[in-house]
């Protein structure tokens, strides 16, 4: 019986030793992971989008600057961009132009001198023609190539009544002209000739003398009185000391400006 009791027991143990190996081998089960609750974030609400006016952009219409004022001619046809014309054209009778020429030299504004060009074409005081230009390349050479130009009517019934009563006409305003001088720097002498006193043998229109010429609105100035004369300036610029030693040595170019048929607006030099 003791025998019998040993063996079971031995069995037993076998048995629990099978059963523990067995419980180790096996995979142990995963928890199921609950999913997390996510946290309610509350949105916040977009602004509504406000409807953009589009505005209209205003044209700015570009005031020519004038330096010598409306004088009789401008108010006589009311319109200054026409006397401008009519100067240009009569001062150059012998030349054609094409628009762009007219424009820039006129520094103006280019719709209204495009209008007054069209009625002084449609008067006949002008008129416009296909003509072959020369032009420069750029990499050397010449081309030729047809282009409108405009050009004065010798035709016209009273051309030379106009001819006469616009090249009469002279600066209108010399307190302006004065004064826009003035501030291209420390003027002493400032003389008008040629075009402005009806001097055609003049060598020169003007004569500036002065220290400290500020010459960017030298340029400007001169382009704008040729704007208004209706022809290029010859201009001659001296310091106070070049112009006191030519003046003392007699040289004619200065002694026929002085003694010629001339104007001084500005003297400073003391010369008597």
């Known amino acids: 019986m003791k025998k019998k009791l040993r063996k079971t027991k031995k069995s037993v143990r076998k048995l629990k030793k099978k059963i523990a190996t067995a419980k180790s081998r096996k995979k142990p089960r995963r928890k199921k992971l609950r999913p997390r609750k996510r946290k309610r974030v509350l949105k916040r609400k977009k602004p509504a989008k406000r409807k953009r006016i589009r505005r209209r952009k205003r ?14 001619l401008e108010q006589l046809f009311e319109s200054q961009p026409k006397v401008k014309l009519l100067k240009f054209f009569f001062r150059n009778s012998k030349d054609v132009f094409q628009p762009k020429q007219i424009f820039r030299r006129l520094r103006s504004n280019i719709s209204i001198l495009r209008r007054e060009l069209n009625k002084l074409e ?3 005081v002008i008129k416009q023609k296909k003509a072959w230009l020369t032009f420069s390349k750029k990499r050397g050479g010449v081309k030729k190539e047809k282009r409108l130009v405009y050009y004065l009517n010798p035709g016209f019934d009273f051309v030379n009544e106009l001819r006469n009563l616009i090249l009469k006409s002279t600066v209108a305003s010399k307190d302006d002209l004065v004064n ?10 400032f003389l008008l000739a040629g075009v402005f006193t009806g001097d055609e043998s003049s060598r020169a229109d003007l004569l500036i003398v002065g220290d400290k010429i500020n010459h960017r609105k030298l340029n400007n100035f001169l ?12 201009c001659a610029v001296m310091t106070s000391k070049e112009f006191n030693y030519r003046y003392d040595m007699y040289d004619r170019f200065v002694r026929d ?16």
Request: overall charge positive.
């Open 180 to 189: 826009s001088a003035r501030k291209l720097g420390n003027i002493k002498l």
């Open 122 to 124: 449609d008067i006949g």
């Open 59 to 72: 044209t700015k219409i570009s005031k020519p600057r004038v330096y010598i004022g409306k004088g009789i």
């Open 223 to 234: 382009k704008d009185l040729e704007a208004e004369v209706g022809k290029e300036l010859n």
């Open 257 to 272: 400006l002085l003694t010629g048929k001339s104007e001084i607006l500005i003297n400073r030099v003391n010369l008597w």
